[in-house]
T-cell receptor, first 114, second 113 residues
Framework: ELKVEQNPLFLSMQEGKNYTIYCNYS?????LYWYRQDPGKSLESLFV?????AVKQEGRLMASLDTKARLSTLHITAAVHDLSATYFC??????????????FGKGTKLSVKP | DVKVTQSSRYLVKRTGEKVFLECVQD?????MFWYRQDPGLGLRLIYF???????EKGDIPEGYSVSREKKERFSLILESASTNQTSMYLC????????????FGPGTRLLVL
């Protein structure tokens, strides 16, 4: 059974600091996704990582994937208040051998304080 | 621009009622999904569909059914609503093939009294 674990689940940061969110998954998967969710809102796609060693960056967020270690990281550089949200990672699982559904971690609630 | 819409943002229903949640996507995607999101549990897959009239059970299908009569529309049905079905329900769609992300609707927050 494919499981996805994120840590930390809660993260309180000061503006300007750096931090990393970790996403571990239990079995082989060839796709890793990061989403952002603002309070009361839906999920917004941030990154799709497709291969070992993939790195993607958007603004102050950078995501990487190590398929051998079954680990993805989301690194936050010089945090600002606007980054406060819940971040989910997800990996592609399989039901009946088809259609690559996503298995989500429980999410990391990030709060950036001045 | 990608768009997934859900029929209601908030719903209040009584125990035992039959509840319909509608989801429509305008991207001509084959794959559509229904999740529920609960605090501390993340997102859990209820059902998904990979084509019209096709459906597959997810992790927690009990108490739910789905309908996909048209490609753009995927309905979630609570046959007899119960209080433990109070939750946020999220619909998503995805094009087939590798690498494509899932696009989510705004969500329906359902309260069953």
């Amino acid at each position: 059974e494919l499981k996805v674990e994120q840590n930390p689940l809660f993260l309180s940061m000061q503006e300007g600091k750096n931090y990393t969110i970790y996403c571990n998954y239990s079995t082989t998967s060839d796709r890793l996704y990061w989403y952002r969710q603002d309070p009361g809102k839906s999920l917004e796609s941030l990154f799709v990582l497709l291969s070992n060693g993939a790195v993607k960056q958007e603004g102050r967020l950078m995501a990487s994937l190590d398929t051998k270690a079954r680990l993805s990281t989301l690194h936050i550089t010089a945090a600002v208040h606007d980054l406060s949200a819940t971040y989910f990672c997800a990996v592609r699982g399989y039901y009946g051998g088809s259609q690559g559904n996503l298995i989500f971690g429980k999410g990391t609630k990030l709060s950036v304080k001045p | 621009d990608v768009k997934v819409t859900q029929s209601s943002r908030y719903l209040v229903k009584r125990t035992g009622e039959k509840v319909f949640l509608e989801c429509v996507q305008d991207m001509d995607h084959e794959n559509m999904f229904w999740y529920r999101q609960d605090p501390g549990l993340g997102l859990r897959l209820i059902y998904f569909s990979y084509d019209v009239k096709m459906k597959e059970k997810g992790d927690i299908p009990e108490g739910y059914s789905v309908s996909r009569e048209k490609k753009e529309r995927f309905s979630l049905i609570l046959e007899s609503a119960s209080t433990n079905q109070t939750s946020m329900y999220l619909c998503a769609s995805r094009a087939p093939g590798g690498g494509e992300t899932q696009y989510f609707g705004p969500g329906t927050r359902l309260l069953v009294l």
